[in-house]
């Protein structure tokens, strides 16, 4: 027996989805922070669908919670402590989390004595073991970490050996060293240090932070030579005022900033390497302007600095069209695209600097290039290079058509030095903190970190672990891919976004200055990272093909696999894979066996390596379909699975018929891999800026909460279908809107309980006998959501069914009066009635619905005796726009009960909106429903101080 789970019933979207939005801007302690990985999950959508998977909906305990009423006020406390949960700032609020667990306990205990009698009982359902959680494409780690923060050991796998060394870090390393405390020589001499409680990972944190100073100190020893600061000196004030202040004094550089260069295609100046610069703008900050200008001299050029409003043109830097079109800057002669990239697969690209940006007392300062500068950077000489080739095609461009072919090319020789010295450094690091580790007393059982050690041998690679991630991370900010950006004068990643797209002027960070893209900042956050993370369960990360594992076998699944062909994982992140293992070989020998990072097995629909689009598409759907078929067979039996589903660009951009095909195939792949599916739940984790855009804007992904269909399940005809969804939705949507739900995630929401009628048979049969498609079943579930909506209009006075009915044919528009007369008929109310009640104009032969901001601002219910739910609703509406929700609120608590029925219009009203595509109508809506608990709970303190008040004068009479 297995009892429905709360996310099978309700989840409290709302609060989910703001904490996911707000989760984006949280720059310290975060995973993000540790190592860049592309599409991490919101840790706050982790953490609440995990919780909502593992407890027992109030419904599924009738002994407990026997009445309807009983059930929901159970939910609702259910749903606080979600809402409190997803909170960043509760991420280690232990008490918090301790209820949270103890939630999960109860709804286990009672699992297990429902299922005391199941033939694997014992192994199943242990009542002083909760099953471990496990995630086969856990990329980033936030689907793990958070299963571990609700008290579960956690299992993670993923195809790619850089996803594989982040949930390392994440949930395998820390619980391993939990408790210890640091090795460094500093720590433990600090009697105040040694006295404190190194709870959880902090010892560690306080190793990597250490040893990390200890690595920047020692690279600066051997290579700060090739960093050189800037002296301001009074020639250079000269030309530049702005620089009096500063002279003599020595600056760090943050960046150099570099154009590439080729010979100019005029022949007159073929001996000259002229720049491809994209722009000449150095900071376009109000009031802090500047940019470079060249000086033309002959056959020569140079570049000065210049801090001011720049030219016109300046922006355009030598630049000439789209693409890469540049003209020469001696000449002018145009330099096309095919001369820059068989100059630069000829190996005769060059890079000449163009601009120094130091660090002032106040900021940025700008310089012109120095030739000393210049000479550091040639001077550097490095002894190594990556190999392997960087992807050749890849949506968003590569610069592969520049002669930028291998890993190796993308780093200025200085970068090379640089980053070949760090990674050299990470082993010398691992020797020392091995060292420090035994004299600090900790046994040296000389078994590694893979092995599963815990003595001095494994702590030093763990170390070595953070610091090799440190360096990755950094490596980031240190290719000659990485832009200038002027508007926030800072260095963008070589990831800026999910491409490997040529740059023509390049930023070279300084890692030893202390801006974006510094080596110990690396350390910083990934020390801050072990502070916020639980250490009390266990964790294990390994690699592994999702399409073959066996790890899920008897565990909890939650899991958020690759979306199509968004982003192709392997080929982005041989960037990275290239450096660690480099530095982590020794450690993982088997993690880092191959040369790059393994492609074949990855399921993203990339046609180049399927060898055309529909063969990508075959290649994804089978392999997606075997993998999941992987967890219905496996995974635990009392709970569901929960599967992310992310609607690719185009598909959310509102491309309605690509969001269809996408989402059908992805249904169709669960169905066949076994599942019925039992709820659909749109998750937005961004901000709902885009909603006022478009109406139609639509949840970036979608959790579908999955359960193994049974071997024995029945076939219907598409009527028994459709009886069912008839007597089954209108109760689901009910659920839904008692739960808050926004108006907009209403129908995708809704989806879940129709799908969850679709899916419990083993086929849906038409009257030839032929099975009922995704498409047509999704179709059906609409209709019948309409329909149920269409049904809630009976709990309507007749002046609001009629405005209902004219509102869907001319919304706030005039239309005739004779037309309205006729509807009055039908709706059995009058004209002169709905002009009484204040609702309609009249005018001229044509009739209108009044807008809410036409509404009279002293209206009161009190004094009106004709006020239909229509005129009640509108008059919210209102006030929410101009007085916000305390206005609302303060009309609400007049109206009583009479203010709920409201809330239902508002859902209906927005279907209608959704329909018809009236954007700003449908945002009304879509807000008062958004608000709604915020403004009755306004209401109900309005009321306590009211009768607060009451009570006052009672005494005072
Ligand atoms: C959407 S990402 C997961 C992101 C993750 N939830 C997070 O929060 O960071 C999908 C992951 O699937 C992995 N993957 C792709 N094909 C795989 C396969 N055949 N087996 C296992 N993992 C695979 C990719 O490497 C990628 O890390």
Known sequence: MTRKKLIEVALPLEAINTASAREKSIRHGHPSTLHLWWARRPLASARAVIFAQMVDDPSACPEEFPTEAAQAEERERLFRLIEKLVQWENTNNEDLLQEARQEIWKSWQRACCDNAHHPRAEELFNPNRLPAFHDPFAGGGALPLEAQRLGLEAYASDLNPVAVLINKAMIEIPPRFAGRPPVNPEARTKEALMEREWKGARGLAEDVRYYGKWMRDEAERRIGHLYPKVKITPEMAQERPDLKPLVGQ?????AWIWARTVRSPNPAFGHVEVPLASTFILSSKPGKEAYVEPVVEGDRYRFTV????????????????????????????????NYIKAEGQAGRMGARLMAIVAEGPQGRVYLAPIREHEASAREALPQWKPSGDVPARLTGGTCVPYGMRQWGDLFTPRQLVALTTFSDLVDEAIAKVREDAIQAGLPDDGIGLDEGGTGATSYAQAVGVYSALAVDKGANYWSSLCSWNSGFEKITSTYGRQAIPMVWDFAEANPFSESSGNLLSGFEQ?????????????GRAGQSDAQTQNISKDKIVSTDPPYYDNIGYADLSDFFYVWLRRSLRPVFPELFATMAVPKAEELVATPYRHGGKEEAEKFFLEGMTKALARLAEQAHPAFPVTIYYAFKQSESEGNGEA???????FLEAVIRA???ITGTWP???EYTGNLKKNVAALASSIVLVCRKRPENAPTATRREFLSALKEELPKALRLLQAGNIAPVDLAQAAIGPGMAVYTRYAKVLDAEGRPV??????????QVLDEALAEQEGNFDPDTRWALAWFEQFGFGEGEFGVAETLTKAKNTSVAGLLEAGILESARGRVRLLEPKELPEDWDPALDERFPHWEVLHHLIRRLEQGGEEAAAELVARLGSQAETARELAYRLYTICERKNWASEALLYNALVQSWPEIVRLAGERDKETQAQAGLFAVQE
């Open 683 to 685: 998750m937005r984790t």
């Open 659 to 665: 969001r269809r095909t996408g989402w059908e195939t």
């Open 526 to 538: 990934a020390a801050k990272l072990l502070g916020n993370i639980t250490t009390d369960w266990i």
């Open 250 to 254: 020595e600056l760090t550089v943050i």
């Open 674 to 676: 076994g599942f019925s």
């Open 306 to 337: 210049k801090v001011g409003k720049p030219p016109e043109g300046a922006k355009n830097g030598t630049k000439l069209a789209r693409g890469a079109n540049f003209r020469c800057i001696l000449s002018g002669t145009p330099i096309e695209p």
């Open 773 to 782: 498609a995704v498409r047509e079943a999704l179709s059906l579930i609409n």
